[in-house]
């Protein structure tokens, strides 16, 4: 059902808009930062090792064989690198590639689905909030990964309404594959618990025919079956194994010390894909009167995705920010829905609703002001951080904070003032464009402003004593704490046959708040103190 009026109206490109900022939003700046610890280095020095070795079948860390992920985002980042250089900018270019891609996909998806106004608010909703804008600005593997998901997701629901399509439902099944080959089995276990919920909460009982699900098996097989195979004949069953016990451990343990409070993913999603987020709880509610069935069967599926996604990594014990990113889909559909609805007067906002969005409006804009402030007084900061000694240690790093970077905090006041003014006025679909317009543009100048002046305190001085033995036959470690950055960005040559990894000079680093790990190594001499780090070499 066409709207003939407001955003909808017209002749407007919109595909065009969507690409136009996607390249904008999404790919300047991307290579102005270094890669920072765990993930985004951890990967991209797989990737640098595929091509260092022309090994590109078997997955490695440190030229050692590494089980933790499948390989297709590595393949990704090895085309991106063979075109750009072995750099950030190569590195997380396939996430920004794949964002302008989610842009449209959004849009045509949600005019096919609803119509075209809806499809504008679920792209518009996805590219303004702030998480998700983030998130296609990084090198890590799950924008793919959620993509293949939410796609085998849609293809599978296709495959029902068009009265069980053998074609949709192996679609389904080799979409999932993908997931798979780009991080593991959550992929086809989050399609599956999906379908499943639906199963038992819809009033269509036909979500999981015998047909679709051997055809969706199929599909798995055919993609993730084929490089699992031909890694198990060439290296037998030991990745394979270790695969799999790792990803039990992902499920069971909180792995690398990655921990969290049961509500972690609840509280990441609210604020973190703000405003959509708050639109979003809205849409949380049983089917209107005015509502058509199919289109509260659409939504009824967000909803169970987003629980499924929220309950699942709440249930796991590794509590990570990007766990949940797979909600970020679902969520922007039920912030346009709740949209379009109040803009068809359908709807109406509740007053605990529009509380809950000027706290977290106003919570951001606090954060932005008192970031910059903390770091033009950051002597005054570092005297409370007593009891964090490698912190205290890295605030001594020398970063200028130029009352530019109050721009952030401005801009999102701005926005949030104008889209206000505009409320009042009535003007209801200028507002809505207005806001996640702005908080897309907001995403990008406090990355600008901000991410930079955070590396350098994190992690800068060490990552420049690693470039500058770049290329160089040395061995490097850390100690006491684990970290990737020194194989990417020393660059570590694969190792020589004729000469054991032993004969080469030995560097060591130690991070301030595991000094008194010292005692253990006398043989060490340090070479200097820097920002945190405690750089040593083995005479």
């Given at each position: 059902?066409?709207?003939?009026?407001?955003?909808?109206?017209?002749?407007?490109?919109?595909?065009?808009?969507?690409?136009?900022?996607?390249?904008?939003?999404?790919?300047?700046?991307?290579?102005?930062?270094?890669?920072?610890?765990?993930?985004?280095?951890?990967?991209?020095?797989?990737?640098r090792?595929?091509?260092?070795?022309?090994?590109?079948?078997?997955?490695q860390?440190?030229?050692?064989?590494?089980?933790?992920k499948?390989?297709?985002?590595?393949?990704?980042?090895?085309?991106?690198?063979?075109?750009?250089?072995?750099?950030?900018?190569?590195?997380?270019?396939?996430?920004a590639?794949?964002?302008?891609?989610?842009?449209?996909?959004?849009?045509k998806?949600?005019?096919?689905?609803?119509?075209?106004?809806?499809?504008?608010?679920?792209?518009?909703?996805?590219?303004?909030s702030?998480?998700?804008?983030?998130?296609?600005?990084?090198?890590?593997?799950?924008?793919?990964?959620?993509?293949?998901?939410?796609?085998?997701?849609?293809?599978?629901?296709?495959?029902?309404?068009?009265k069980?399509?053998?074609?949709?439902?192996?679609?389904?099944?080799?979409?999932s594959?993908l997931?798979?080959?780009?991080?593991?089995?959550v992929?086809?276990?989050?399609?599956?618990?999906?379908?499943?919920?639906?199963?038992?909460?819809?009033?269509?009982?036909?979500?999981?025919?015998?047909?679709?699900?051997?055809?969706?098996?199929?599909?798995?097989?055919?993609?993730?079956?084929?490089?699992?195979?031909?890694?198990?004949?060439?290296?037998?069953?030991?990745?394979?194994?270790?695969?799999?016990?790792?990803?039990?451990?992902?499920?069971t343990?909180?792995?690398a010390?990655?921990?969290?409070?049961?509500?972690?993913?609840?509280?990441?999603?609210?604020?973190?894909?703000?405003?959509?987020?708050?639109f979003?709880?809205?849409?949380?509610?049983?089917?209107?009167?005015?509502?058509?069935?199919?289109?509260?069967?659409?939504?009824?599926?967000?909803?169970?995705?987003?629980?499924?996604?929220?309950?699942?990594?709440?249930i796991?014990?590794?509590?990570?920010?990007?766990?949940?990113?797979?909600?970020?889909?679902?969520?922007?559909?039920?912030?346009?829905?709740?949209?379009?609805?109040?803009?068809?007067?359908?709807?109406?906002?509740?007053?605990?609703?529009?509380?809950?969005?000027?706290?977290?409006?106003?919570?951001?804009?606090?954060?932005?002001?008192?970031?910059p402030?903390?770091?033009?007084?950051?002597?005054?900061?570092?005297?409370?951080?007593?009891f964090?000694?490698?912190?205290?240690?890295?605030?001594?790093?020398?970063?200028?904070?130029?009352?530019?970077t109050?721009?952030?905090?401005l801009w999102?006041?701005?926005?949030l003032?104008?889209?206000?003014?505009?409320?009042?006025?009535?003007?209801?679909?200028?507002?809505?464009?207005?806001l996640?317009?702005?908080?897309?543009?907001?995403?990008?100048?406090?990355?600008?402003?901000?991410?930079?002046?955070?590396?350098?305190?994190?992690?800068?001085a060490?990552?420049?004593?690693?470039?500058?033995?770049?290329?160089?036959h040395?061995?490097?470690?850390?100690?006491?704490?684990?970290?990737?950055?020194?194989?990417?960005?020393a660059?570590?040559?694969?190792?020589?046959?004729?000469?054991?990894?032993?004969?080469?000079?030995?560097?060591?680093v130690?991070?301030?708040?595991?000094?008194?790990?010292?005692?253990?190594?006398?043989?060490?001499?340090?070479?200097?103190?820097?920002?945190?780090?405690?750089?040593?070499?083995k005479?």
């Amino acid at each position: 059902m066409e709207q003939s009026k407001g955003v909808a109206s017209g002749r407007v490109p919109w595909i065009w808009l969507f690409i136009l900022a996607g390249v904008v939003l999404y790919i300047p700046f991307i290579g102005g930062v270094s890669l920072f610890d765990w993930d985004e280095i951890n990967f991209a020095e797989v990737s640098r090792e595929m091509i260092v070795s022309c090994d590109y079948l078997n997955i490695q860390m440190n030229f050692q064989p590494f089980f933790e992920k499948p390989p297709f985002f590595f393949w990704l980042q090895v085309l991106c690198m063979k075109v750009f250089g072995v750099n950030e900018f190569a590195a997380r270019l396939p996430n920004a590639l794949v964002g302008i891609f989610v842009l449209v996909f959004l849009f045509k998806l949600g005019s096919r689905w609803i119509d075209k106004r809806f499809g504008i608010f679920w792209a518009l909703s996805y590219m303004g909030s702030v998480l998700p804008a983030l998130y296609h600005k990084s090198g890590i593997i799950d924008p793919w990964f959620n993509l293949f998901i939410f796609s085998g997701i849609v293809a599978w629901v296709e495959g029902i309404r068009h009265k069980n399509s053998s074609k949709l439902f192996l679609i389904s099944g080799l979409l999932s594959g993908l997931a798979i080959l780009t991080k593991g089995p959550v992929g086809p276990l989050l399609i599956g618990l999906t379908m499943l919920c639906m199963q038992l909460f819809s009033k269509n009982k036909s979500y999981l025919p015998i047909k679709g699900i051997l055809l969706f098996i199929l599909g798995n097989t055919l993609v993730a079956g084929i490089w699992f195979g031909i890694n198990l004949l060439t290296n037998g069953p030991d990745f394979i194994m270790a695969f799999v016990k790792y990803q039990v451990e992902l499920l069971t343990q909180s792995v690398a010390g990655h921990k969290g409070f049961p509500g972690y993913h609840f509280v990441v999603v609210l604020f973190g894909v703000f405003p959509a987020s708050v639109f979003a709880l809205a849409g949380l509610r049983k089917k209107l009167p005015t509502e058509e069935d199919h289109l509260y069967q659409l939504r009824l599926l967000m909803m169970v995705l987003t629980g499924v996604v929220l309950i699942l990594f709440s249930i796991v014990q590794s509590k990570i920010v990007h766990y949940s990113s797979m909600a970020y889909y679902p969520i922007s559909f039920l912030s346009a829905w709740a949209i379009c609805q109040f803009l068809d007067g359908h709807l109406h906002w509740k007053a605990w609703l529009k509380n809950i969005g000027y706290g977290i409006a106003g919570l951001i804009c606090v954060v932005l002001i008192v970031l910059p402030l903390a770091g033009q007084n950051i002597h005054v900061l570092r005297d409370s951080f007593q009891f964090d000694a490698f912190s205290m240690a890295a605030m001594t790093a020398q970063v200028s904070w130029p009352h530019t970077t109050y721009l952030p905090a401005l801009w999102m006041i701005a926005t949030l003032v104008v889209f206000m003014i505009l409320w009042k006025r009535g003007s209801f679909e200028k507002g809505f464009i207005l806001l996640f317009s702005g908080v897309a543009v907001f995403v990008t100048i406090a990355l600008i402003s901000f991410i930079g002046r955070i590396e350098r305190y994190s992690q800068h001085a060490a990552i420049e004593f690693y470039e500058s033995k770049a290329g160089q036959h040395v061995e490097i470690r850390t100690l006491g704490y684990k970290s990737y950055a020194h194989y990417f960005y020393a660059k570590k040559p694969a190792p020589l046959a004729d000469k054991p990894k032993e004969d080469n000079p030995h560097f060591y680093v130690l991070r301030e708040d595991k000094r008194h790990q010292l005692e253990k190594y006398p043989e060490l001499r340090i070479l200097y103190e820097k920002n945190g780090f405690i750089f040593f070499e083995k005479p």
